[in-house]
């Protein structure tokens, strides 16, 4: 791996930049390698800047793939809105199901950082209790997207759901475990509709 060239130091107002540029640096070793991979050195060679530096905008290396995490979720959040509106609340629901599965399955190293497989947030909290708050709200806003859909699916009578939260929170469970699954068995013979069949169950979705 070739040595990153020096950067040059940043003006008066530009440490938002750098801050960004290290969380881009730590998100490229991630897609790249493993936590491991991750270092306060190896970021700043990737960056092109002293290790020293990184402690203006970083208290440390769990602050850091914290941050890549928020990015990455941030990263999902915009797929799933980007779905659009549909006329049928329930199709918007399916749209945003899908949009989540397509991102865990073409970019699966960066929805790897997500949830635990290349960095583990129980024990980034357990090292960093400071961190609580942050964890706390990690992927929230994404989630909101998943809860919004079944709420609106509620609103106009296409699901008989009571607990819209705990009910996006069932079927987010399970299109996690679908995507992790599908990549570790990808031999399995799943069933052509499983994907709609876990939606319109889930969901408690009705024509």
Known sequence: MTTSKARARNKRGEGALLRDDIVDGATRLLDGGTE?????????REVGISAPAIYQHFP??????????????????????????HADPAENLRAV???YLVFAQQRPNRYRILFG??????????????????????GMETF??????????????RSTSSDPQ??????WVALH???????????????????????????????
């Open 36 to 44: 491991q991979s991750v270092t306060l050195r190896a970021v700043a």
């Open 60 to 85: 440390d290396r769990d602050s850091i793939l914290l941050a890549v995490a928020q990015l990455a979720f941030a990263e999902l959040g915009h797929e799933l809105r980007a779905v659009g509106d």
């Open 97 to 99: 199901c899908t949009a």
């Open 117 to 138: 497989g290349v960095w583990d947030a129980s024990k980034a909290l357990e090292r960093a209790p400071a961190l609580t708050d942050d964890l706390t709200a990690l």
């Open 144 to 157: 909101h997207v998943l809860r919004q859909a079944v709420a609106a699916c509620v609103e106009k009578g």
């Open 166 to 171: 705990a009910d996006a929170a069932a079927l």
């Open 177 to 207: 475990g679908f995507a992790q699954l599908q990549v570790a068995a990808p031999l399995f013979p799943w069933p052509p509709d499983l994907q709609s069949s876990l939606i319109t169950r889930l969901a408690l979705l009705r024509d």
